[in-house]
């Protein structure tokens, strides 16, 4: 297939580096957010926001307050696709977005050194959030070899501590 294409589009489709490491939901939230999506209390709240300004300047609005906003039936520039859209709002449910960077870098080292989980599994704690020590035997792989009952009991509070 590639060597159908010609050599410019090789190196404008190139892999720079490939499989660099996985990313925590909280990662992506961040991603996304500076790709220039807004949760639903953001939007409403830039929009009061853009209202009052236009509004500042003793001019009527041309724009009734409830008339929609259309949407662009084609993709913009550097516009979010449909696909960010619908993963940014699945991570405004998820626990990604409550998420502090420090104590996810807090956790992931903890776990990852002190219990010797791998940080993929790690991850997965960090991305579900487990609440009793059942979920922990579910996401980390032969949990019952690997880790005491007390261990387990100590990552679920670590886990309700730092996430």
């Given at each position: 297939m590639y060597d159908t294409l010609p050599p410019s589009t090789?190196?404008?489709w190139s892999v720079v580096t490939p499989n660099a490491g996985l990313i925590t939901e909280h990662e992506l939230f961040g991603l996304l957010r500076q790709r220039g999506l807004r949760t639903p209390e953001e939007a409403a709240a830039a929009g009061l926001a853009a209202e009052g300004a236009e509004r500042s300047d003793g001019r009527e609005s041309s724009?009734?307050?409830s008339e929609p906003v259309a949407e662009a039936l084609y993709p913009q520039l550097n516009a979010p696709f449909?696909?960010?859209?619908?993963?940014?709002?699945?991570?405004?449910r998820s626990p990604a977005a409550q998420q502090d960077t420090e104590k996810l870098t807090k956790f992931v080292s903890m776990v990852t050194d002190t219990l010797d989980l791998t940080r993929a599994e790690a991850l997965q704690l960090a991305a579900l959030k487990p609440r009793c020590g059942l979920e922990v035997h579910m996401l980390v792989e032969l949990c019952h070899q690997?880790?005491?009952e007390r261990e387990v009991e100590d990552l679920v509070e670590l886990c309700q501590e730092l996430l």
């Open positions: 090789h190196r404008m724009r009734e307050a449909r696909v960010e859209r619908a993963v940014f709002e699945r991570l405004c690997r880790l005491t």
